[in-house]
């Protein structure tokens, strides 16, 4: 019999030890309670107030008992399901598990026919929606890019109604406020039975961000009271540049986004106990050259999983970034960066990690980038799934048994185990050279796109019922006529 | 060249905010006039602030030193120069337009442009038309510049720029605009004076634009 004995399920890694996790706790709640943030929404002070936050003109200060509560009543552990009842594209938000998918509203898109930048429109949404929902490693949608060819006030709506019926994966949303929050959770709600069907089964995310430093917007934190208000999980993820708009060292911008994201968290958790939620964020450097927020610098990925670190100290699930780079087309540098920080990304467990898909420094969306990534994700998750010791996986018998000389090759344990040990890359080539040559000597640039183009133009998403489909057509000229009527 | 012109200029370079002061002082009480402290001190340090930044020699926070450091120079320079305008190139009132909470990117123009001589006057984000409007009759400056980061509020700087004409003050002002999703053709459409790409493109294009006027 066996006592203390430990088993590691997976690959581990850490970056903190505890007592550095206590430290930047500590540092968040004293940022929060002695510092307090700047909340530009009347309503939303109020709430905070009665629950006893001390509220000065902007100024909230949140005490510490009322963070510790928020984070009493915020699930650690939750399904996002998906729209038809498939639990293959569920989400289970918990321990150990990394999600993977692409980022929200860059201007420009690539072009997956001309391989050109180009302004993003509505028909890009169909694309990344149709090519997500078949990628095996890509878990939730985001549009990678924000709608040009539509009324602006309606980019977010146009894009979800886009994107909900080509893909069954969860959905994580974005708007610009109320209005159009609430276009997209009838679209949902319509497609889930219900506002109560919904909240035993919620199908999709809402995103919101508030201001580094230190500000919660009035449209973030409307955002935040709207998912409370109608039980939509949410995210409240702020875009810090170290060095810009927080802190230059990691410690010290850890600290100052998660004081920013927990304004949300107290916020929702208020309105609504259990609601979940995931603290963020975007976290890297300024370039001090460049001057640009980079989405390839080790640092990102170094920071990101800091915080995601300090979020499942605190036992919530965290919004990862990931699978991005600064490059401007799917070349050497796009594969290094997104796949690099992907690895991390799976090896810190963050809980959804988005922007796989983001280049030129998130100006640019690529569903080529997400697709290439859809491989690195796989390579990741096989090695963060780790090593399984077990009397049969240490395989001594089968070594005595095959012995000097022998072979493995179609033995019985081999047979057992070789489909399951061994992952297998969809685009990366392990042909030998012949092979290689006579396949046309493919580079792995080509392979990405030959493979998105061969999903456009084959792979059919399950669709939405009927009467999902009236609603989005009612839903959207309805919301035309709404923004056609404002002065 | 005099030694404590020589250390005005380093002091510049290693954005020495403190001791600048100091070294003018010993400067005019040696006996060096304003404008040549200015041209052959803080001017000098500065130019070579830029081109060290060109080559990646030297950073943005280094950079953004330097510029306090030599603006902290100007201070105490201008009320004893004859021309003015040597020493305060010309006024800047710049901001982020309406529905735009991005603010860094302007932050840096507004720092790169003092470092280049202009007195800068930073209205802050999401800024109205008006906003604008009433600080180009309050400030008179020589220049606007309008930041955008969000193609959503791109068409604010139209709206700005409609205001500022309507308003009568159109001619009385050069127009200049930025921001990651900003570029050229966007500019010259809405009728701008000029675009700029980086905070470093801004201060050059800031200096054009009022030696072309
Ligand atoms: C940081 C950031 C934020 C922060 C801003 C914090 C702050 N205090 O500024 C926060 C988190 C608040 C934020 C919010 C949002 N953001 Co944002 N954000 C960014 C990000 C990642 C970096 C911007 C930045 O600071 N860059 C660094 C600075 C130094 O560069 P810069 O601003 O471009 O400025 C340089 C030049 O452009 C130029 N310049 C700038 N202004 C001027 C002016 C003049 C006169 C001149 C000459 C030159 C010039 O010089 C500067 C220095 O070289 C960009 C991505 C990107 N690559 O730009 C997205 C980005 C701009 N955001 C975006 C979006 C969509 C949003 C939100 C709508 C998100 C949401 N759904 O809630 C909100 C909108 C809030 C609002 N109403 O403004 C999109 C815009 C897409 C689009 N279609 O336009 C981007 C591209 C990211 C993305 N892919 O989604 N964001």
Redesign the pocket.
């Known amino acids: 019999m066996r006592t203390n004995y430990r088993v590691n399920a997976g690959v581990r890694f850490e970056v903190f030890s505890r007592d550095q996790l206590e430290e930047l706790f500590n540092g968040v709640l004293h940022v929060m309670d002695k510092i307090g943030l700047d909340v530009h929404h009347e309503e939303a002070r109020n709430i905070l107030a009665d629950a006893g936050a001390h509220v000065e003109d902007k100024r909230v200060r949140i005490p510490t008992h009322l963070v510790k509560r928020a984070l009493a009543t915020a699930p650690r552990s939750f399904t996002i399901y998906a729209r038809d009842g498939n639990p293959a594209h569920d989400i289970q938000i918990g321990p150990g598990r990394a999600h993977f998918g692409p980022?929200?509203?860059?201007?420009n898109f690539i072009d997956v026919e001309t391989l050109e930048r180009r302004p993003?429109v509505r028909d890009d949404a169909r694309i990344v929606a149709t090519v997500v929902d078949a990628l095996p490693n890509i878990d939730f949608c985001e549009s990678l890019?924000?709608i040009?060819d539509v009324p602006t006030d309606l980019?977010?709506a146009y894009e979800f109604a886009t994107m909900f019926p080509r893909t069954t994966k969860p959905i994580v949303a974005?708007?610009?406020g109320w209005d159009d929050s609430n276009d997209i959770h009838q679209i949902a709600i319509t497609e889930a039975g219900g506002q109560e069907a919904f909240e035993r089964r919620p199908n999709y995310i809402h995103?919101?961000?508030?201001?580094?430093?230190l500000v919660s917007?009035f449209?973030?934190v409307d955002k935040v009271i709207f998912a409370a208000r109608h039980a939509v999980p949410v995210i409240f993820t702020?875009?810090?540049?170290a060095g810009?708009?927080a802190p230059v060292t990691p410690a010290g911008i850890i600290i100052q986004t998660t004081a920013e994201s927990f304004m949300g968290l107290v916020l929702s958790q208020i309105i609504r106990p259990g609601l979940p939620f995931f603290t963020g964020?975007?976290l890297s450097v300024?370039d001090m050259s460049a001057?640009?927020?980079s989405?390839g610098a080790p640092e990102l990925s170094l920071m990101m999983a800091g915080v995601t670190e300090l979020a499942h100290y605190c036992g919530l699930p965290l919004w990862q970034t990931g699978g991005c780079t600064d490059s401007k087309c799917l070349d050497e540098q796009a594969s290094l960066e997104g796949s690099l920080s992907v690895f991390f990304s799976a090896l810190s467990g963050g809980d959804l990690c988005h922007d796989v898909g983001?280049t030129?420094?998130?100006?640019t969306?690529s569903i080529l980038q997400t697709v290439m990534m859809d491989d690195a994700i796989g390579y990741s998750r096989r090695i963060t799934r780790g090593i399984e010791v077990t009397p049969d996986t240490l395989a001594v018998d089968v070594i005595r048994d095959v012995g000097p000389d022998g072979h493995y090759l179609y033995h019985d344990h081999t047979m057992q185990h070789f489909k399951t040990e061994f992952w297998y890359p969809n685009l990366c080539d392990r042909h030998n050279y012949e092979e290689w040559a006579a396949e046309g000597k493919q580079t792995m640039r080509a392979r990405v796109i030959d493979r998105t183009r061969e999903i456009l133009a084959t792979h059919n998403p399950s669709p939405v019922r009927p009467e999902t489909a009236e609603a989005i057509t009612a839903i959207m000229a309805a919301a035309e006529n709404r923004v056609k009527n404002k002065p | 060249m005099s030694q404590t012109l020589e250390q005005i200029t380093t002091g510049v370079i290693e954005g020495n905010i403190q001791g600048i002061r100091q070294l003018i002082q010993k400067a005019l009480e040696e006996g060096l006039k304003a404008e040549e402290i200015l041209q052959n001190g803080l001017i000098v340090g500065m130019n070579e602030v830029g081109k060290r930044f060109k080559v990646a020699q030297m950073f943005i926070p280094e950079v953004l030193r330097a510029a306090k450091t030599m603006h902290a120079g100007q201070e105490l320079l201008h009320p004893l120069v004859t021309d003015a305008r040597a020493v305060r190139v010309g006024t800047i009132v710049?901001g982020?337009v309406q529905?735009?909470?991005?603010?860094?990117?302007?932050n840096?123009?507004g720092m790169m442009c003092e470092g280049a001589g202009f007195e800068v006057i930073d209205l802050g984000?999401?800024l109205s038309p008006e906003t604008f409007t009433e600080a180009i009759k309050v400030h008179q400056p020589d220049i606007v510049?309008?930041?955008?980061?969000?193609?959503?509020?791109?068409r604010s700087m139209g709206h700005t720029l409609k205001a500022i004409t309507e308003a009568g003050l159109r001619e009385k002002v050069k127009v200049?605009?930025?921001?990651?999703?900003?570029d050229a053709e966007f500019a010259a459409r809405i009728g701008a004076d000029?675009?700029?790409?980086?905070?470093?493109?801004?201060a050059e294009?800031?200096r054009k634009l009022v030696e072309a006027a």
């Open positions: 980022g929200p509203t860059p201007p993003y890019g924000t040009s980019a977010a974005w708007s610009f995103y919101c961000e508030p201001l580094s430093p917007t449209e973030a702020t875009c810090a540049l810009g708009t964020g975007v300024m001057m640009i927020l989405y983001y030129e420094s998130g100006m969306g | 710049i982020t529905g735009d909470m991005h603010d860094i990117g302007k840096l123009v984000f999401d510049g309008m930041s955008a980061l969000l193609t959503t509020t791109m200049m605009v930025g921001g990651a999703p900003v000029g675009y700029g790409h980086n905070a470093v493109v801004g294009l800031a």
